[in-house]
């Protein structure tokens, strides 16, 4: 088979910086090609165009293009020329875009198009409970109206986003996958009361409950230390810096305990991660985090929100503590008793692993989608 990603973001280092999104889809190209398949890689909106090729992933580069008029049309268009250029000279069998922003919205592909949900802009205005464009929603509606096939990261996406546009298609379910071997527990040893946060410092993902939580936390434990790793972002509701708004609500005396590394590189955030004793993922809107498979999969014990998905990634009181982010004594006496306890710790974040490995390692995860993919060339 040959399958071809129509994505915003990839992770490598002549392209623009990707997220979550893209090392989803780095972690599944990757598994594809390892079980023998052809995957080309599209990815739209970068710095320049270019072509080349990533272990054995063939990579499109595709600048931004300006347009004067009429350009959410206009550049779907020409992605759609483009695109369908090279499914016919590269005999490309299926397809695949992620559903944020509905950009595949008028596109139509010389082969079957399948849209893997991560969380369209409607299901996470849902989540957060803010207004949506409606520019927005009508180019998701129409993008998953016209997909040949859907499949979501989690159930709790799946069904959440039947709802939300009302579908009747059929939503196929398969996870996110990790490379348990690139992720695995570190020989460095955690650092005693040392918390980590990793992710967008950004509301949605709880970061501004967080304040509240340490300040229980820190007056009971004065040497403990939150750790935050990640990109600053304008708050929606107040246009103001994420990471101001949290040191404004942590007590004075606590901010001495609280260190913001920015954005740092992938193997320097595993090393974050090795450190850590604790990892708090408090997040108000997910479809199935990378994040959280990444620290489980390095034996590490976590606090996480309780939240929909939480339950098909987490198993509450084994790998970790499911807590809702706004319960802050409740969270917090989670993390104290993680960081009072090593060998609580240790067994959760033993098991945590095994977790990954059962359900989200690559090996497991890339037979479900060549199982997908055939369907749909079958068909």
């Keep these: 088979m040959h399958i071809a990603f129509l994505t915003p973001e990839y992770p490598h280092a002549q392209l623009n910086r990707s997220g979550g999104l893209g090392t989803s889809i780095k972690n599944l190209a990757s598994s594809l090609v390892q079980a023998g398949e052809r995957v080309t890689v ?38 759609q020329r483009y695109i369908n250029k090279f499914i016919l000279l590269e005999n490309i069998d299926i397809v695949e875009a992620p559903d944020w922003t509905g950009i595949t919205a ?13 969380g369209t802009d409607a299901y996470f205005c849902h989540l957060e409970q803010r207004k949506q464009k409606t520019k927005n929603r009508w180019f998701e509606h129409q993008a998953l109206k016209n997909a ?18 009302g579908l009747e298609k059929e939503i196929g379910v398969i996870p996110n996958s990790i490379n348990v071997e690139a992720f695995q527990p570190a020989e ?74 920015g954005v740092l590189p992938y193997t320097e955030v595993q090393h974050q991660l090795a450190k850590a004793s604790v990892v708090v ?21 976590l606090v996480t929100s309780d939240i929909g998905w939480a339950n098909e990634v987490m198993i509450d009181g084994e790998t970790g503590y499911t807590v ?28 945590a692993r095994a977790h990954v490995k059962l359900k989200f390692a690559t090996a497991v ?15």
């Design 42 to 79: 599209f990815v739209y909106s970068q710095a320049e165009d270019r072509v080349f090729e990533d272990q054995r992933i063939k990579i499109h580069s595709i600048a931004k293009r300006k347009y004067s008029f009429a350009g959410w049309y206009l550049h779907r268009k020409f992605l």
């Design 106 to 118: 008028l596109m139509r592909f010389k082969c079957p198009l399948v849209i893997r949900l991560h």
């Design 148 to 165: 040949d096939h859907i499949l979501a990261v989690s159930a709790f996406t799946a069904k959440l986003t039947k709802q939300i546009f």
């Design 188 to 261: 460095v040893l955690p650092e005693e009361g040392r918390i980590l946060y990793f992710g967008t410092i950004i509301r949605k993902k709880g970061v501004l409950e967080l304040t509240q939580i340490c300040n229980l936390v820190f007056t009971a434990h004065k040497e403990a230390k939150l750790i935050l790793v990640g990109t600053d972002v304008i708050d929606i509701f107040t246009g103001r810096s994420t990471q101001e708004l949290f040191l404004e609500a942590l007590k004075p005396e606590f901010h001495k305990q609280v260190e913001f590394m």
């Design 281 to 301: 993922l408090p997040s108000f809107a997910e479809a199935l985090p990378m994040t959280w498979i990444e620290a489980m999969a390095m034996e590490k014990a």
């Design 324 to 351: 809702n982010p706004k319960e802050h004594q409740q969270f917090a006496d989670s993390i104290q008793e993680l960081l009072e306890n090593s060998n609580l710790r240790s067994s959760m974040g033993k098991k």
């Design 365 to 379: 995860v890339v037979e479900q989608n060549l199982a997908f993919y055939k369907t749909v060339i079958n068909e």
